[in-house]
């Protein structure tokens, strides 16, 4: 989905006008109208300010994932949280696939310390 259009939606689903978010932004509703037709490019510092207000990554915001957002947990890694959105976005009979997989490879990881701490190689 192009940026323009995700950008509308966006501010559609948050019951505002152009006006609305172009004030927001500090620019005017003619220009901001631009940023939604694909006439005019978004600034990235723009990007950003339209992907905390709207709370959704600057992924979702360009289009590259359908995931909005991912709960914040500082204990997870930027790995960790590319990994779950790819994840999420697997059909479910993949899901399922890659949940076994894992499951397979955290296994034999532990069977491999139990064996090492008894001494068998």
Do not use: C, W
């Amino acid at each position: 989905m192009p940026l323009y259009q995700r950008i509308r939606d966006l501010r559609e689903d948050a019951d505002k006008n152009q006006t609305d978010i172009a004030e927001y932004l500090g620019t005017t509703a003619q220009y901001y109208g631009k940023y939604e037709k694909g006439e005019r490019e978004i600034p990235f510092s723009r990007a950003v300010a339209l992907a905390k207000y709207y709370s959704v990554s600057l992924d979702y915001l360009a289009g590259r994932t359908n995931i909005k957002t991912i709960q914040s947990d500082a204990s997870l890694t930027s790995d960790e949280i590319r990994l779950l959105q790819q994840f999420r976005t697997l059909t479910e009979r993949n899901k399922g696939k890659a949940e076994l997989f894992i499951e397979q490879l955290y296994e034999s990881q532990i069977s491999g310390m139990s064996e090492n701490h008894t001494g068998k190689n």
